[in-house]
């Protein structure tokens, strides 16, 4: 299968390095065009309807988030190409969209142009660009995309009540008692989610403090939740939660 695709970057020698890598280590890829501005680009996302876009997100007067709020419905697949920016790459990968950073190392491309393959086989709607506006927009209520098996769940960060690590797999626990096994580690979702109000309480728990019903002293300090979990503190742990469920009955 050939992978229609157009790379929007500011930067000549990004273009141009892109592309090479492209050509010599993805070869599924047809590449259409090339854009250097946001201007450019629509005109030419709208004449070639590609199936993918290589979009760099800063560029001088619009950026690339900018560039896809154009579009309503998302009929192509992005894998954003950028340089490290603290902000921008939290929100991806909140949302559970594709990235590669620069410099560009081509195993890493090689592993998002796949999983856009069998996305673009599978004809699956680009759920993730639209939860990754939406959180844009409603910072204090953001959706977390949750990849399992065989799909990519949108779940609402204040009804996870608790996440229990188990090796690469972290099964998340939700208000009403639902549960999910998702396919990352429980340290991804540690940094993730800790600015609001996740912390680790365990070695394999991560605990929503929000949902924290009482601290029970006994046995070494324990926290019953609002979906009748009880989870253990551990002992080197015990002073930071106490700590963060005080700021948080404060707030």
Same mark, same amino acid.
């Not at 047809?30 to 680009?41: Q, R």
């Not at 005109?43 to 950026?63: G, H, R, T």
């Not at 403090?209 to 080197?236: D, I, T």
């Given at each position: 299968?050939?992978?229609?695709?157009?790379?929007?970057?500011?930067?000549?020698? !990004?273009?141009?390095?892109?592309? &090479?890598?492209?050509?010599?280590?993805?070869?599924?890829?047809?590449?259409? +065009?090339?854009?250097?501005?946001?201007?450019?680009?629509?005109?030419?996302?709208?004449?070639?309807?590609?199936?993918?876009?290589?979009?760099?997100?800063? $560029?001088?007067?619009?950026? &690339?988030?900018?560039?896809?709020?154009?579009?309503?419905?998302?009929?192509?697949?992005?894998?954003?190409?950028?340089?490290?920016?603290?902000?921008?790459?939290?929100?991806?990968?909140?949302?559970?969209?594709?990235?590669?950073?620069?410099?560009?190392?081509?195993?890493?491309?090689?592993?998002?142009?796949?999983?856009?393959?069998?996305?673009?086989?599978?004809?699956?709607?680009?759920?993730?660009?639209?939860?990754?506006?939406?959180?844009?927009?409603?910072?204090?209520?953001?959706?977390? +995309?949750?990849?399992?098996?065989?799909?990519?769940?949108?779940?609402?960060?204040?009804?996870?009540?608790?996440?229990?690590?188990?090796?690469?797999?972290?099964?998340?626990?939700?208000? +009403?008692?639902?549960?999910?096994?998702?396919?990352?580690?429980?340290?991804?979702?540690?940094?993730?989610?800790?600015?609001?109000?996740?912390?680790?309480?365990?070695?394999?728990?991560?605990?929503?403090?929000?949902?924290?019903?009482?601290?029970?002293?006994?046995? +070494? !300090? $324990?926290?019953?939740?609002?979906? !009748?979990?009880?989870?253990?503190?551990?002992?080197?742990?015990?002073?930071?939660?106490?700590?963060?469920?005080?700021?948080?009955?404060?707030?």
């Amino acid at each position: 299968m050939k992978i229609k695709s157009i790379i929007v970057d500011d930067e000549k020698h !990004g273009r141009e390095n892109l592309a &090479g890598i492209l050509n010599k280590y993805c070869p599924e890829v047809n590449l259409l +065009g090339e854009s250097n501005s946001v201007e450019t680009a629509i005109p030419l996302i709208q004449s070639q309807n590609p199936d993918l876009v290589f979009l760099d997100i800063e $560029m001088p007067k619009a950026n &690339g988030f900018q560039l896809l709020e154009y579009f309503k419905d998302f009929s192509f697949e992005v894998i954003f190409v950028t340089a490290y920016d603290s902000y921008a790459i939290k929100a991806i990968r909140f949302s559970a969209a594709d990235y590669i950073l620069k410099p560009i190392n081509f195993n890493h491309l090689k592993s998002a142009v796949e999983k856009v393959a069998r996305r673009i086989q599978q004809k699956e709607e680009n759920q993730r660009i639209k939860q990754l506006f939406r959180n844009i927009r409603q910072p204090q209520n953001p959706r977390i +995309g949750l990849p399992t098996t065989d799909r990519i769940e949108f779940a609402e960060v204040n009804k996870i009540v608790r996440c229990q690590g188990e090796g690469n797999y972290t099964h998340f626990y939700f208000e +009403g008692n639902k549960h999910l096994l998702v396919a990352k580690t429980l340290v991804e979702f540690e940094d993730l989610l800790q600015e609001y109000s996740f912390v680790r309480v365990h070695k394999t728990h991560l605990v929503n403090l929000k949902h924290v019903v009482a601290y029970v002293k006994s046995g +070494g !300090g $324990m926290l019953q939740l609002s979906n !009748g979990n009880e989870v253990a503190v551990s002992r080197r742990r015990k002073d930071d939660v106490l700590k963060q469920l005080k700021l948080i009955s404060r707030s």
